[in-house]
């Protein structure tokens, strides 16, 4: 008697390397999503080492991301949606707020940005 060789549940050999819906893409590359979330909420766990956190950041923000282009877009599409504020029908307010948030975005994305590059580039 032959057996039939079959993987978890019934299903065939090698149907549990298929990625997850939520993990890689079937190109091996991550999410522009993914990549925007895990640049957050490591830049909010790591802000306490000023320059390395958000390198750490970008790093792994990057990794995630798959490419350097995906990176780019994860450091920079939260700031325009964070600039944007300052199209608000108080323009003088919009304005202080934009010079403040100029400031955060010199001092945090550098290094986040440093980091998403050769994270992209060691995906």
């Excluded at 050999?13 to 590359?29: C, E, F, L, R, V």
């Excluded at 320059?51 to 282009?69: D, N």
């Excluded at 939260?78 to 919009?94: D, E, K, N, Q, S």
Aim: net charge positive; aromatic share 6%; proline share 7%.
């Amino acid at each position: 008697m032959a057996e039939e060789i079959r993987g978890p549940v019934g299903q065939p050999p090698g149907a549990q390397d298929a990625p997850s819906s939520g993990a890689k893409t079937a190109t091996g590359k991550g999410t522009l999503v993914g990549a925007m979330v895990w640049m957050f909420v490591l830049s909010l766990l790591l802000f306490w080492l000023p320059l390395l956190g958000m390198f750490i950041a970008g790093l792994v923000g990057g990794r995630k991301a798959g490419s350097v282009g995906t990176a780019l877009l994860a450091v920079f599409l939260p700031a325009l949606f964070l600039l944007a504020t300052a199209l608000t029908g108080m323009p003088l307010l919009g304005a202080i707020a934009g010079f403040g948030v100029g400031v955060l975005i010199v001092a945090n994305v550098v290094p986040l940005l440093a980091g998403a590059v050769v994270g992209g580039m060691l995906a």
